[in-house]
């Protein structure tokens, strides 16, 4: 959540950077207006209470002096009831701006490039060698289905489309893929964590899914607070919610392997197929909680972190830096990683790092104290390292081999337990 001081004594260059991602000027002007409201009304029922303060000590002088207090007590009634008026409208306006300033975005990085979305993406680097190869490159579904490794097919049957069975082989290569990611991280200082796999309403609050996104949220039981994850993002991000980190334990470093569920609202008719779209799959998340001062170059380290995964496999791979059209909701500033995709001849994400500055901090109220003493807001930082299923496809893809077996790259054949995958008998 943005500082509603930042935004009323900044208003136009909110409006600005807003504008940017999106949000009308308009919405801004309202939201200001409504605080301006709530604070004369703050103004106005404190100068009541100072005067129902002054008339009680008239009551109370007129009694003890035996004279007729009628007036001053018909007077106190009246301030009495305003002052309930009052209190009952700042509850409502206080709600409404809360809601307000909740579905705003964060404030996009000065550096960010502008624009309404993916085109004005720009590449920051690439790395690995595209294959080639001398036969037509098949999709990953195909080689999981040929291979006997994937099974779209009984998934659909049993939980419906966008549901899969990883099988023998299959199974042992998603293990393999993100053990081998939690065992890096581990070594770059990340602490291992085993998370919830639901969250209350408070939590996915915290992050910034609720209340904006509530529609692509899996809820469950008779509590309507309580959601599936849709990443390990929530509630590695929580695990301070409320608290005051001790000074000494900055930088917090945490890693999760989790199931994410994702109703993808609005991705009827993409990625139909395969393993990129899915209501569950897997995804190794990193998430940092640092001082202000240090979160861009944090920033920068978490991404290498999430490259190295991408090196160490031998995956050909760009990094670019999302335009703030095409940001997710509580970043200041994201990286997304994109793998080559032989069969789509394309790059397709596979991990997005972005710093939230104190986006998330503030709605989750996650603090620290400064040098000086006073409490400041962390900042918090997230990125797939990697997601799991994407990471599975691009080796089936660019490992592929003219007689359809698979070659493990050789940093997972330890985790794997061998240097190729065959047929399942």
Known sequence: MLDMKLIRTETEHVKERLATRGVAPAKIDELVANDAKR???IQETEKLKALRNTVSEKIAQAKRNKEDAADAIAEMQ???????????????????????????????????????????????????????????????WTIGEDLGILDFERGAKVAGARFLYYVGQGARLERAVYNFMLDEHQKEGYKEMLTPYMVNYDSMYGTGQYPKFEEDAYKVGTDEGMTMIPTAEVPLTNYYRDE?????????????????????????????????????????????YVKPETSYDELEK??????NILQKLGLPYHVINLS????????????????????QDVYREISSV??????????????????????????????????????????????????????????????????KIVPEV
């Not at 997710?328 to 069969?343: C, H, I, N």
């Not at 799991?388 to 893809?397: D, F, K, N, Q």
């Open 78 to 140: 009246q301030v009495g009831a305003r002052i309930k008026e009052i209190d009952a409208e700042l509850i409502e306006i206080e709600a409404a701006i809360k809601d307000e300033a909740s579905r705003l975005p964060n404030m996009p990085n000065e550096g960010i490039p502008v624009g309404p979305d993916e085109e004005a993406n720009v590449e920051i680097r690439k790395d690995g060698v595209i294959p080639t190869f001398d036969f037509e490159p098949k999709a990953h």
């Open 302 to 307: 978490m991404t290498l972190n999430a490259e």
């Open 324 to 343: 703030t059209g095409d940001m997710g909701f509580s970043a200041a500033k994201t990286y997304d990683l994109e793998v080559w995709m032989p069969s």
């Open 39 to 41: 604070r004369e009304m």
């Open 354 to 419: 972005s710093n939230t500055e104190d986006f998330q901090a503030r709605r989750a109220h996650i603090q620290f104290r400064n040098d000086e003493g006073k409490l400041e807001f962390v900042h918090t930082l997230n990125g797939s390292g990697l997601a799991v299923g994407r990471t599975v496809a691009a080796i089936l893809e660019n490992f592929q081999q003219a007689d359809g077996t698979v070659i493990i790259p050789e940093a997972l054949r330890p985790y794997f337990g061998a240097d």
């Open 244 to 288: 005051v980190i001790p000074d000494e334990k900055l930088p917090v470093y945490f890693t999760a392997v989790s199931p994410s569920f994702r109703q993808e609202a609005g991705s009827a008719g993409r990625d139909t197929r395969g393993l990129i779209r899915l209501h569950q799959f897997n995804k190794v998340e990193m998430v940092k």
